[in-house]
């Protein structure tokens, strides 16, 4: 079955997208309904048992009164919620700092806003820029953390590679055969081959161990942010984990937040620690977020095609599979012109191979020749478009012009260039 009506992918692929998280967010909705409206219902049953014993014993009657019982419950419902009872002082300079870097972070609590006209005004011009700085960073770490990970990968790669090319010249020496055979291993790993001639581009990780590495690192995070923020906070260790979950995803319901209190012990190290875990942890759980999306977005092409071509076998090039150890091989700058010819033809024999289509990622030169963009190639054809409106050039005139494709910004772009290729992620 093909998609109606000639559909484009990205659109096809976007609109399967919305249906989804729709589907979702109804599923969710019936989920917390189930837990939470009981709860709900019993706490509002307490308050009003409550209230109306107070005003049997105590008020008799009386208009008055109750009307001074309302007045005064209605003032401590808005002290209590801006936070002026039993808490310090909100607008102290650390206070202000915690604010701004709800405001950078775009977490949010709520348990500090603005009430003064100015500082309203003065939030959306200072949240416009901070936020836009804070996603900079966001992305910025996105593609270190990633590069991090590669490296660490490729260096495991690259000794897996040494060792099983020395236990199979060592039992060809064994071998009586042994001159008649051909090497099932290219020699590109000998042992004076220097590991830092070889480019980092031309093997890429997995992006499921990179996922795997960064889903640890987050709950490591959050478990010892956790524990410092249970005892000093007096929070069960679970709402504390719950409340690093909830900042960290920049959700920041407000329910929970930390340095509230109007003293803790070694409260300048508390502070500090608390603003490098809820940086960190930002960081970290907005990576992985990142690569989790990027799995989704294989979930959804692989619908897609199984959509548009019936009960073929589509499944190779958006499942993972599991892949031999000798898959993909490192190839050193000094020695890439012996095999161009010979890798040449190969890519042209097997440019559909389970090796191509597994969850592996191609080389960043098969990357860029499959994709047609990155994000250094968007960047120049927006500053050729200012370019053309302001009569300064043309596009037609730029060599080499490509086509600006949807996803090729954002994100889910720089984590997409870093991993997939194109039958992985652009479609």
């Given amino acids: 079955m093909c998609l109606c009506g000639g559909l484009a992918e990205d659109n096809a692929r976007f609109i399967l997208l919305a249906v989804v998280l729709v589907a979702y967010m109804l599923a969710g909705a019936v989920l917390f309904q189930r837990l939470e409206s009981d709860l709900e219902i019993r706490q509002a049953t307490e308050f009003w048992r409550v209230y109306h014993a107070f005003r049997r014993h105590h008020l008799r009657g009386s208009p008055l009164a109750l009307q001074r019982l309302h007045e005064l419950l209605y003032a401590y419902g808005n002290a209590s919620a801006i936070g002026i009872i039993n808490k310090r002082r909100r607008w102290d300079f650390p206070g202000s700092f915690h604010f701004v870097g709800t405001i950078v972070s775009t977490i949010g609590y709520g348990s500090t806003a603005p009430q003064t006209t100015a500082g309203k005004a003065a939030v959306v011009l200072y949240g416009f820029f901070g936020c836009s700085g804070g996603i900079l960073f966001f992305n910025l770490f996105l593609e270190r953390i990633i ?80 524990a410092l923020y249970a005892p000093l906070e007096g929070w069960d260790y679970f709402d504390a984990l719950y409340f690093a979950f909830v900042s960290f995803t920049t ?7 930390s340095t509230q209190k109007p003293s803790y012990p070694y409260v300048h190290w508390y502070r500090f620690a608390n603003f ?14 990142n690569v989790t ?10 619908v897609i095609h199984k959509l548009q071509y019936g009960n073929r076998d589509v499944a190779a090039p958006y499942l993972p599979r599991r892949q031999s150890s000798v898959s993909t091989i490192y190839y050193s700058k000094r020695r890439a012109t ?56 043309s596009l ?32």
């Fill in 293 to 302: 999306s990027i799995v989704i977005k294989q979930g959804l092409n692989y």
């Fill in 147 to 226: 590069t991090f990970l590669a490296w660490i990968l490729r260096c495991w790669h690259v000794r897996r590679l040494k060792k099983l090319r020395r236990s199979t010249l060592a039992s060809r020496r064994v071998s009586k055969s042994s001159s008649a055979q051909k090497p099932s291993l290219p020699d590109i790993l000998d042992d004076d081959d220097d590991d830092d001639n070889v480019d980092l581009d031309q093997w890429k990780p997995s992006v499921y161990w990179v996922m795997l590495y960064l889903s640890v690192t987050s709950c490591i995070i959050a478990c010892c942010a956790a």
């Fill in 338 to 393: 012996r095999f161009v010819g010979r890798d040449s033809i190969r890519a042209e024999e097997n440019s559909e191979t389970p090796r191509r289509m597994s969850g592996e990622l191609i080389s960043m030169k098969d990357f860029l020749s499959a994709n047609k963009v990155s994000l250094a190639l968007m960047q120049k054809q927006l500053y050729d478009a200012a370019q053309m409106q302001r009569g300064g050039g």
């Fill in 276 to 289: 490098v875990f809820l940086l960190v942890g930002c960081c970290c759980i907005y990576s992985l977020l």
């Fill in 396 to 427: 037609a005139a730029t060599p080499n012009h490509q086509v600006l494709k949807p996803g090729a910004v954002g994100p889910l772009a720089i984590a997409s260039e870093k991993f997939e290729s194109k039958s992985a992620i652009n479609r």
């Fill in 251 to 257: 959700i920041g319901f407000g329910d929970y937040v």
